[in-house]
DNA sequence: AGGATTTGACCGAT
DNA sequence: ATCGGTCAAATCCT
């Protein structure tokens, strides 16, 4: 279980990357945006780096996590998978129930952070497994787990559920990191400039989205600029992180991040 | 037909 | 006992 002591630091390195590559990718839309000849010649490229942004958001905080999340994914790689007694149903009615006690862990220790956007597309591809309706809120809370979750084991789940205060805001809150590839099949989930939407997860049809070149260039804003902040700590306690609180807020547009980790990995102070 | 979503039941935590 | 997270059969969608 002990993991090495240069883990952390090539961690780092590996999230630096990732923020300079996601910072390069604000900057080329923030030019895309000041120079408006080119902006209609070049949507999908807009479309593209606005996900390469939100990809290394989600990289960053993967790899960052990573290092003491060894525990989570072996847990998740051993699926409850409990035996099939598959009978076809007879009737609508559901069937009698089958003893599902410590059938599934819930995932306490997993890294998680929260993000408030317009949008809940983040670049992944997820799959919806339930839906509470939550005390004193008045939106219900969508629960969704990644697609390869039984695929390639990937523990990576999602919770979405609408701002109270707004609910032009999805707040989504991702627990578990990644540990599938993107590679081959069920690309992300952004569809190309003709489809482009920011709907939720039950899009009323056909909304008219805002203009994308003003969100675009919001996030660009947001993600170049330095005091883009970050809070972590753990969803399942109060207990402040003391690894750091890089207090603040992706704010443009309403774009903001709430991270949240635990304690247990020691963040690099220096980014 | 097969995959995705819906939705009520089940289960663990508090 | 209650709440929130997950399961899985039924249903929907492509």
Redesign the pocket.
């Known amino acids: 279980m002990a993991t090495t002591d240069h883990k952390p630091r090539i961690n780092k390195i590996k999230a630096i990357k990732e923020l300079v590559e996601g910072q390069e990718c604000a900057s080329k839309l923030q030019f895309l945006l000041h120079n408006p000849s080119q902006q209609h010649a070049s949507a999908s490229v807009g479309e593209d780096l606005v996900l390469k942004i939100l990809k290394s958001f989600s990289q960053t905080l993967s790899v960052l996590s990573s290092s003491d999340s060894e525990s989570f994914m072996e847990a998740s790689a051993n ?4 035996s ?25 220790n997993a890294q998680t952070w929260t993000v408030v956007s317009p949008t809940t597309e983040d670049g992944h ?13 008045k939106h219900p ?5 990644c ?1 390869r ?1 039984y695929d390639q084991g990937c523990g990576a ?1 999602k ?1 979405v559920q609408r701002k109270e205060d707004d609910p032009q805001m999805y707040q989504t ?1 991702y ?1 578990g990191v990644h540990t599938c590839k993107e590679t081959g099949k ?1 690309p992300p989930i952004v569809p190309d400039s003709s489809s482009w939407d920011w709907e939720p ?2 899009p009323p049809k056909q909304q008219e989205p805002e203009d994308p070149a003003v969100m675009w260039k919001d996030l660009a804003m947001g993600f170049g600029s330095s005091d883009a902040a970050i809070k972590m700590g753990d ?3 109060e207990v402040s992180c003391k690894s750091l609180e890089m207090d603040s807020m992706v704010r443009s547009a309403g774009f903001y991040s709430n991270f949240h980790f635990d304690e247990s990995d020691e963040f690099p102070q220096g980014l």
């Open positions: 699926s409850p998978d409990d099939p007694s598959d009978e076809s149903s007879e009737s609508r009615k559901r069937a009698p129930p089958k003893d599902r006690r410590g059938c599934y862990k819930r995932k306490r591809a997820w799959r919806k497994y339930g839906q509470k309706a939550i005390l004193n809120s809370r969508s629960y969704f787990r697609t979750k789940t919770q809150t627990i069920a997860i039950n969803i399942d306690d």
